[in-house]
């Protein structure tokens, strides 16, 4: 297969990978967020802490965001963009999150960049940035 041919499945692969990483968030099934992440994943993220080290730290930050919504969050990908290359890939997307209580919703859009290495011949999550515009 020639470099166009592999970066094209490559983006493929991730893509799929991105997309059963945010369903596995709408159904708060934490297997399935963790299933393709790197033990030594880091995440930057725009609430405390402003970073995770770790699968363990990654996975304590997901309680807190659970807990926020007894219903299932809307947490759509919008104008994803991936770039692959052999061993590294990353993909940019601006996303939508809505958390809904029995009284109310909070809506959040923000920047999501997310870095995958290619380990042992499958494409890994090693990190994740999230990030809001500044306000005035």
Known sequence: ????????GDAKQIRTLIEQWAEAVRRKDMDGILRHHAADFI???????LQSRGIDAYR????????????PPVF???????TAG????FAIALMRCVLVTQTESSDL??????????IAGQWT????HHS?????
């Open 1 to 8: 297969m020639n470099a166009s041919g592999r970066q094209t």
């Open 43 to 49: 995440m930057f993220d725009v609430p405390p802490p």
């Open 60 to 71: 304590d930050t997901w309680p807190l965001f659970f807990g926020a919504s007894p219903q």
């Open 76 to 82: 759509e990908i919008a104008d994803l963009k991936i």
């Open 86 to 89: 052999a061993d590294v890939a």
């Open 109 to 118: 859009d923000f920047r999501l960049t997310i870095c995958f290495e290619k």
């Open 125 to 128: 999550f090693v990190h994740e």
């Open 132 to 136: 809001v515009p500044a306000v005035d």
